[in-house]
Nanobody
Framework: QVHLVESGGGLVQAGGSLRLSCAASGSIFSINVMGWYRQTPGKQRDLVATITSGGSTNYADAVKGRFTISRDNAENTVYLQMNNLKPEDTAVYSC?????????WGQGTQVTVSS
């Protein structure tokens, strides 16, 4: 079982930056992919970015060129650097870890971008 704890959300003006962190503990050796997803009220949860154990990354078109996902294997932590934030980036951001067919989720962190 993998336990995830996110941090780093908050309120920022449009054009600003935030960095989200996701610390993993537990059966971390089994994790294949980690990623960030976001959700707004009444809508489905959408992929933001993922990173594999080998370091390959994938981004949603809406965040390409603005967001960067990275990982610190020594600290078992994944980061999401978000630059040039837009009001439409406002959402609850959740960290995900996939180990085989099992998914683990963090509690989510609110990101609010004011115009």
């Amino acid at each position: 079982q993998v336990h995830l704890v996110e941090s780093g959300g908050g309120l920022v003006q449009a054009g600003g930056s935030l960095r989200l962190s996701c610390a993993a503990s537990g059966s971390i050796f089994s994790i294949n992919v980690m990623g960030w997803y976001r959700q707004t009220p009444g809508k489905q949860r959408d992929l933001v970015a993922t990173i594999t154990s080998g370091g390959s990354t994938n981004y949603a078109d809406a965040v390409k060129g603005r967001f960067t996902i990275s990982r610190d294997n020594a600290e078992n932590t994944v980061y999401l650097q978000m630059n040039n934030l837009k009001p439409e980036d406002t959402a609850v951001y959740s960290c995900n870890a996939r180990a085989g067919v099992f998914d683990s989720w963090g509690q989510g962190t609110q990101v609010t971008v004011s115009s």
